[in-house]
Each structure stands twice: as C-alpha cells, then as structure tokens.
Nanobody
C-alpha cells in the first residue's frame, strides 16, 4: 500500500486547511485509515481515524474542529481542519492499516506533510 499526502502549508491562527491522502496498491486489505501528527519535540499522536465502515474517531484536542472523510471512488481520505491553532503545528502523516487480529495489525505510512499555524 502506498500513501501520498497533499495539502499542508502555512496558515494563520483560526484559518483552515484540507489535507488529502491518496492510497494505491493492495487496497482490498485495508481496514481503516487515518491521520497522525508529530510536533517538534513530541511523540507522534493520533489525530483522527475512519474505518472501512466509516466509523470515525478523533483526538480530544481536535474534536469539533477537524473532520475526517473518505472518498471510496477515488481511494482518498481527507482531513478538513478548521479553527487551526499554533499547537496544531506538526508534520501530519497519513496512515492505513490491515488488522489481522485484536492485537496484531500492519501499518502503512505516507511521507508526511508540514502544517504550520502562525501569524
């Protein structure tokens, strides 16, 4: 599975950005996709996920501001980010996974896209 992100950039506080992730390869094996981020000096953290059944999950820090969606026809996942804050500044990574059991899964990652929120 190959993942290619787009849509990052520089935005002022309160602004919006839309990230996209195009997936290719063994797509039939994918159970879910999502977005993670890593801010400078911090661990990578989950931002939002969406399963093949369209169940979504969000980090508390982005609930009400970010929306994850998927376009199955285009094999693409989007992350609409509104009300951006400086603390949202990070490299955002697209993730896809294949779950083999309740405790085993294989993850695939994109190369990352930089999001900077600053005035």
């Amino acid at each position: 599975v190959q993942l290619v992100e787009s849509g990052g950039g520089l935005v002022q506080p309160g602004g919006s950005l839309r990230l996209s992730c195009a997936a290719s390869g063994r797509l039939f094996s994918i159970n879910g996709m999502g977005w993670y981020r890593r801010a400078p000096g911090k661990e990578r953290e989950l931002v939002a996920t969406i399963t093949s059944g369209s169940t979504t999950n969000y980090a508390d820090s982005v609930k009400g501001r970010f929306t994850i969606s998927r376009d199955n026809a285009k094999n693409t996942v989007h992350l609409q980010m509104n009300g951006l804050k400086p603390e949202d500044t990070a490299v955002y990574y697209c993730n896809a996974y294949t779950r083999y059991s309740s405790y085993s899964r294989e993850d695939y990652w994109g190369q990352g896209t930089q999001v900077t929120v600053s005035s």
